[in-house]
């Protein structure tokens, strides 16, 4: 398999998780996950999800010590207008809870790591209802699962193939809903608004700057932002992402008002939590449950993977199928 990250610089060589959890503390904001679909939160430990969004409920939350919400919109199964309104109405809801609560927020809009999503209307809902960003994020990888971005190109990882594809080449790019041609994410910018955004305002922090320049200039170059500039996040490894989200939160110190449109990985690294191993059977159900014992399994995607996924589950023995008509 050809790797197309073989010649970058090496990783900034500091581990930046301490300080970013340092800087988010400091800050006294809160981050607040906006999550399209209920995937966003497989990063994240310790971390309350609120399915409801009244006032009241977002204020309790601000008042939480922990420095992460999402709420599940659930927003990528609705029209385009549903989900700019949805989108209004819970950033309207979270200027009361924090006006409320006198906590401040940081908005990200959680999204797929392949790039379907309704872009731009929903940031363009939360920017217009916050009161204007200075510069969006734009920060689809997703390290734990092989969505990559390098030299402005975003990358998917075929398991069956043992190979890496630009995004718009992968099955993803061919979804009824929101397809699209670019792999170049300033062209997919240019693609998703139609123009009105052209690829060349698209700005973008490249790795040769993340890597040795470090946070110091990704603070620079944020600050320089202005009228929700359009910013892309290249990204091949969990360091690249701390780079940026400690950079990120620099110049939000300095003033610098930031949106950020983003996969899973960028959520957790931008909250300052260590990766944790995925949940063994007595993480879910202590030590003592007795053994088997029944579960479910819902399967809602019609990707080719999770078709094989499924084939593999049903050729297990003790598994009945359940076909819902939705």
């Known amino acids: 398999?050809?790797?197309?990250?073989?010649?970058?610089?090496?990783?900034w060589p500091e581990p930046l998780l301490p300080r970013i959890h340092e800087a988010q503390a400091r800050s006294g904001r809160k981050l607040v996950a906006l999550d399209d679909d209920p995937t966003g939160v497989q990063t994240v430990s310790d971390t309350p999800v609120l399915a409801r969004w009244e006032v009241a409920d977002l204020a309790a939350e601000l008042r939480d010590p922990?420095?992460?919400?999402?709420v599940l919109t659930n927003s990528r199964s609705l029209p385009e207008a549903e989900a700019a309104a949805l989108n209004r109405e819970v950033a309207?809801?979270?200027?009361?809870?924090?006006?409320?609560?006198?906590?401040?927020?940081?908005?990200l809009s959680r999204s797929d790591s392949t790039l379907r999503g309704h872009f731009p209307a929903e940031t363009d809902a939360?920017?217009?209802?916050?009161?204007?960003?200075?510069?969006?994020?734009?920060?689809?990888?997703?390290?734990?699962?092989?969505?990559?971005?390098?030299?402005?190109?975003?990358?998917?990882r075929d398991g069956e193939r043992n190979e890496w594809l630009p995004a718009a080449e992968s099955e993803f790019a061919r979804d009824a809903s929101f397809g699209y041609r670019a792999s170049n994410l300033r062209e997919w910018v240019a693609e998703r608004t139609g123009g009105r955004v052209p690829a060349s305002k698209v700005a973008s922090l490249g790795l040769e700057l993340i890597r040795r320049e470090g946070p110091d200039e990704v603070a620079r170059v944020l600050r320089a932002c202005a009228d929700g500039q359009v910013v892309v996040v290249n990204a091949v490894a969990d360091r690249d992402l701390e780079t940026v989200a400690l950079g990120a939160l620099m110049a939000e110190a300095a003033g610098t008002r930031l949106l950020a449109r983003t996969a899973a990985s960028f959520v957790r690294i931008l909250a300052g939590q260590e990766a944790r191993p995925l949940l063994s059977r007595d993480d879910l159900l202590g030590p003592a449950a007795p053994a088997p014992l029944p579960g479910i399994v819902a399967v809602?995607?019609?990707?080719?993977?999770?078709?094989?996924?499924?084939?593999?589950l049903?050729?297990?023995?003790?598994?009945?199928?359940v076909e819902l008509s939705v």
């Open 126 to 156: 939360l920017a217009e209802t916050l009161g204007g960003v200075d510069a969006l994020l734009l920060v689809p990888a997703f390290v734990e699962g092989g969505r990559l971005t390098a030299g402005d190109i975003h990358w998917v």
């Open 1 to 11: 398999m050809t790797d197309p990250f073989a010649s970058l610089p090496p990783e």
């Open 66 to 70: 922990r420095p992460l919400c999402f």
């Open 300 to 312: 809602g995607s019609h990707v080719g993977r999770t078709g094989q996924q499924l084939a593999a």
């Open 92 to 107: 309207a809801n979270l200027l009361a809870a924090s006006e409320q609560t006198g906590v401040g927020t940081t908005v």
């Open 314 to 321: 049903l050729a297990a023995p003790g598994v009945v199928a």
